[in-house]
């Protein structure tokens, strides 16, 4: 069965930090695209980050400098390192195994495998 679980979310207040990890199994994690989608209250998902196969990783604008993304293929795990986080980091993040491509259409974010979420709180 395929699954991703992702966990390391809670209540940080602004300016600090998380790290989300998101443990894979099911697939040959090594092979793909892997992502972090954020979704805020009342708000459609916001793609974040992507990382292929050898590494390269990719951000959102909202996100360059302060987000980090990397994946241990050993370990069929993928992190989000959460840095000088603001009240607008707040949301639901989901990690996908899919790229930024495919998750800009409907079609692809109902094709890709999506993790349950962790819950992240950016509040004083």
């Known amino acids: 069965q395929e699954q991703l679980v992702e966990s390391g979310g809670g209540l940080v207040q602004p300016g600090g930090s998380l790290r989300l990890t998101c443990t894979a199994s099911?697939?040959?994690?090594?092979?793909?695209?892997m992502s972090w989608v954020r979704q805020a209250p009342g708000k459609g998902p916001e793609w974040i980050s992507d990382?292929?196969?050898?590494?390269?990783?990719r951000y959102a604008d909202s996100v360059e400098d302060r987000f980090s993304i990397s994946r241990d293929n050993d370990q069929n795990t993928l992190y989000l390192q959460l840095r000088s986080l603001k009240p607008e980091d707040t949301g639901t993040y989901f990690c996908?195994?899919?790229?930024?491509?495919?998750?800009?259409?409907?079609?692809?974010?109902?094709?890709?495998?999506w993790g349950q979420g962790t819950q992240v709180t950016v509040s004083s």
């Open positions: 990382i292929n196969p050898t590494n390269y990783a």
């Open positions: 099911g697939f040959t994690f090594k092979s793909v695209y």
């Open positions: 996908v195994r899919a790229r930024k491509s495919t998750l800009q259409t409907m079609a692809g974010q109902l094709d890709a495998l």
